[in-house]
């Protein structure tokens, strides 16, 4: 049993809306900084967004600012990655990634410890 689980891909044309959510059945997401990654083949997984333990800061990479937003739904232990305005270059297979108690994340996959199988997103028209 993987020890988070993505879901919320899919197929949308240039201009849609995603969801994307994180959960666990193992531990508590808000204890834990969470971020979302994205690769597509060929190349290196990259840090899209993350959020923080504590006061909840986020982190965006600059090709999805003012398109993507993170949030937490502590009741539900989930997070979200809200996607917007999408485009075909946010093409990928998307996983989102915990590591514990870290006040400042970033979009550094190797801070992470516990990831997720991915979920696909597919962009076109």
């Known amino acids: 049993q993987p020890q988070l689980v993505e879901s919320g891909g899919g197929l949308v044309q240039p201009g849609g809306s995603l969801r994307l959510s994180c959960t666990s059945s193992?531990?508590?997401?808000?204890?834990?900084?969470i971020g979302w990654f994205r690769q597509v083949p060929g190349k290196e997984r990259e840090g899209v967004s993350c959020?923080?333990?504590?006061?909840?800061?986020?982190y965006y990479a600059d090709s999805v600012k003012g398109r993507f937003t993170i949030s937490r739904d502590n009741a539900k232990n989930t997070v979200h990655l809200q996607m917007n305005t999408l485009r075909p270059e946010d093409t990928a297979v998307y996983y989102c990634?915990?590591?514990?108690?870290?006040?400042?994340?970033?979009?550094?996959?190797?801070?992470?410890?516990?990831w997720g199988q991915g979920t696909q997103v597919a962009v076109s028209s």
């Open positions: 990634a915990a590591v514990f108690a870290i006040p400042f994340c970033t979009g550094n996959a190797n801070e992470y410890n516990r």
């Open positions: 193992r531990f508590t997401l808000n204890y834990h900084a």
């Open positions: 959020i923080s333990t504590g006061d909840g800061r986020t």
